[in-house]
């Protein structure tokens, strides 16, 4: 089955203390991209990944790291999270268009982080 | 200003109404549109593509108007389990072709 996977789906943390996000896909995409969603507001863009070793920011990255060493797994870290990381986050993967456009975006079922 | 802008409603309509959504994009570069459907904080699912020369599916239409930078979604006949949270995502092209900018969502509840 094509899927995006995250883990954990619920996490519970401290100030300061260091965690990773995964996210995989079985479905050879180039493209992954890194979502978070607080209440009111829809998804906002962490990082993106057109391929392996290929990162950029989006539009919230403060507070956030990303790695692509494998095409199926795209890790979120976070090295000191705060409670303003507090946020449902959503990985998700894409094919490219080759004039720059993109296909569908195949979203993971969600990790909700707290941060006390 | 939003790169981005949704109207959030929420409309609240009926069973076998006629809605429509507007999402307006400030790039006129971008290139790709979508219309997602978001259930109760879950994942996002795509609804739809958005087609320059508009594009149907069912009960659902949605429209291009790039002279105006907007898209549109219509609901004809709206069902109990069209109550959702859809959410409009805009691409834009090479310059910046990860970039994916989604709309805040408008809300619709169908009621009977």
């Known amino acids: 089955e094509a899927q995006v996977t995250q883990n954990p789906r619920y996490l519970i943390t401290v100030t300061g203390k260091k965690l990773t996000v995964t996210c995989s896909q079985n479905m050879n995409h180039e493209y992954m991209s890194w979502y978070r969603q607080d209440p009111g507001l829809g998804l906002r863009q962490i990082y993106y990944?057109?391929?392996?070793?290929?990162?950029d920011k989006g539009d919230v990255p403060e507070g956030y790291k990303v790695s692509r060493k494998e095409k199926r797994n795209f890790p979120l870290i976070l090295e000191s999270p705060s409670p303003n990381q507090t946020s449902l986050y959503f990985c998700?993967?894409?094919?490219?268009?080759?004039?720059?456009?993109?296909?569908?975006?195949?979203f993971g079922p969600g990790t909700r982080l707290t941060v006390t | 200003r939003k790169e981005v802008e949704q109207d959030p409603g929420p409309f609240n309509v009926p069973e076998g109404a006629t809605v429509a959504f507007n999402c307006t994009y400030s790039n006129s570069a971008s290139q790709s549109f979508f219309w997602y459907r978001q259930d109760c904080r879950k994942e996002p699912k795509l609804l739809m593509s958005v087609y320059s020369s508009g594009n149907e599916d069912g009960r659902f239409t949605a429209q291009l108007n790039r002279a105006s930078q907007y898209i549109s979604l219509l609901i004809r006949d709206s069902k109990l389990s069209d109550s959702a949270t859809y959410l409009c995502v805009v691409n834009p092209g090479l310059a910046n072709a990860g970039k994916s900018t989604f709309g805040d969502g408008t809300t619709l509840t169908v009621k009977p």
């Open positions: 998700a993967s894409s094919l490219m268009a080759r004039r720059g456009g993109m296909y569908e975006q195949y």
């Open positions: 990944s057109m391929n392996v070793e290929v990162t």
